[in-house]
């Protein structure tokens, strides 16, 4: 296609094109569409496909003259991206200067953001720690005692409240007398004493709970001042004094079961003798190992990707994670204050700047996935649904993308495993799963 190309912007990552197609190029394709037409048109008075160029061009000649210039404009911008070596990196806004026909150049001007440039480290140079790890029996029954106590058997109980029983609370919160409902809660619940994971004001809180709690009756009322701590993810809350009154609704006290076959046979291992539960157990512990040290790798892995290498991020690409993380923040009922909007954009920033870095190593190792691949990986999955999605995948193009990509991400991943240096450092099968 006959061109004429002219740069006119090149701030940071934007680039701006003015680019001119010429009148022949125009005239080739309009001819074209008239005949396209011509031939897939039933016309009134006339055969199919015998219909006169001017009654076409009198009955679609908008229509005609409109798909002229879609494609001239894709297959020029095409050309010119490819023979420029751009990479863009957000939609083309288009601006048409001059429409085009059979008698003058079809004139436009396109802008977007491009991918950035950078050297990636070589990946056999990286050095990561690997998890050193032996399943021992010890392990293995603090695994089954979990187990255990996931099939507490609970009994209502009405003397006093001990460690390990189970509560279920109302409590009411208030700040400076004025009650606060998001602080509050009805049916709530927990077990005095269990080990609780999560951020400072939430540990902090819980074991307040254990302490008044404790050696308490059903009905019992009473409260307690907590000091919200400075990390808390609302500002308007954070530091603040809070008063929790507290009704303890119900008590119970749990049963553990026996280790024998009855219990085995409801986690689906009929006839099994103690042995057997435990290989059983263990086995499954072993891909939950294999799963956590191959986690862990990718992410000490990424952390020195990111490391490694500094570049300006794409606006579009950011702004755009940016709001899908806030979207699914907010789904989750959440208020995203001042303090929150930073963590959330610190957390967009890194995904971005991973998926471009993971972009570059596809790039430079032809790392790719076609339809068949899509269509394989769904085949040899253990998705029960599995046809299911293989006769969604024919249709649906942004589901097949999203299994292409799954496909070429673990292709980036199982690369940097087998490539980069391995340190072995030992640690215990609880510390590498917690």
Not at 136 to 142: L, N, R
Not at 415 to 426: A, E, Q, T, Y
């Amino acid at each position: 296609m006959k061109k004429i190309v002219k740069i006119t912007k090149t701030e940071g990552l934007v680039r701006a094109l003015d680019i001119t197609v010429d009148k022949v190029d125009y005239a080739k394709k309009y001819d074209s569409s008239i005949v396209n037409y011509t031939n897939n048109s039933s016309i009134s008075g006339f055969r199919k496909g015998k219909a006169p160029k001017n009654v076409i061009v009198a009955k679609y000649g908008k229509n005609i003259h409109s798909d002229t210039l879609g494609y001239l404009i894709n297959q020029s911008l095409a050309e010119v991206l490819s023979e420029k070596d751009l990479h863009p990196a957000s939609p083309h806004q288009i601006n048409i200067v001059q429409e085009g026909s059979s008698l003058t150049d079809l004139q436009y001007n396109v802008e977007f953001e491009i991918y950035p440039e950078f050297k990636l480290k070589n990946i056999d140079e990286i050095t990561i720690e690997e998890p050193d790890v032996n399943i021992s029996p010890d392990d293995v029954m603090e695994v089954i005692a979990n187990i255990q106590k996931q099939h507490i058997k609970w009994d209502e109980k009405t003397d006093e409240s001990a460690e390990g029983d189970k509560v279920i609370i109302d409590y009411k919160a208030s700040i400076n007398s004025s009650p606060n409902d998001d602080l509050s809660r009805d049916n709530f619940t927990f077990i005095i004493g269990e080990e609780v994971k999560g951020d400072e004001s939430t540990v902090s809180l819980f074991k307040l709970f254990y302490k008044h709690c404790v050696k308490k009756k059903k009905g019992s009322e009473l409260s307690f001042d907590f000091t919200m701590p400075s990390s808390y993810m609302d500002n308007k809350i954070a530091g603040a004094n809070i008063t929790y009154k507290i009704k303890i609704k119900q008590i119970f006290s749990g049963h553990i079961p026996q280790l024998n076959r009855d219990f085995y046979e409801k986690l689906g291992l009929v006839n099994s003798s103690d042995d057997e539960f435990k290989h059983s157990v263990n086995e499954q512990m072993k891909i939950e190992l294999n799963n956590r040290v191959k986690q862990n790798m990718i992410a000490s892995i990424n952390d020195k990707l990111l490391g490694e290498v500094t570049f300006e991020t794409p606006k579009y690409l950011l702004d755009n994670e940016v709001e899908n993380i806030r979207n699914q923040y907010k789904g989750m009922m959440r208020e995203v204050d001042d303090k929150t909007a930073i963590e959330l954009n610190t957390i967009a920033l890194k995904r971005v700047r991973l998926n471009i870095i993971y972009r570059k190593i596809a790039e430079i190792n032809k790392i790719s996935a076609t339809e068949q691949d899509a269509l394989n990986y769904v085949s040899q999955s253990n998705d029960p649904k599995k046809d299911e999605v293989m006769s969604k995948l024919r249709e649906d193009s942004n589901l097949a993308n999203q299994i292409k990509h799954k496909i070429i991400e673990d292709g980036i991943i199982n690369l940097l495993i087998s490539r980069c240096k391995k340190s072995k450092v030992k640690m215990r099968f609880s510390e590498i799963v917690k």
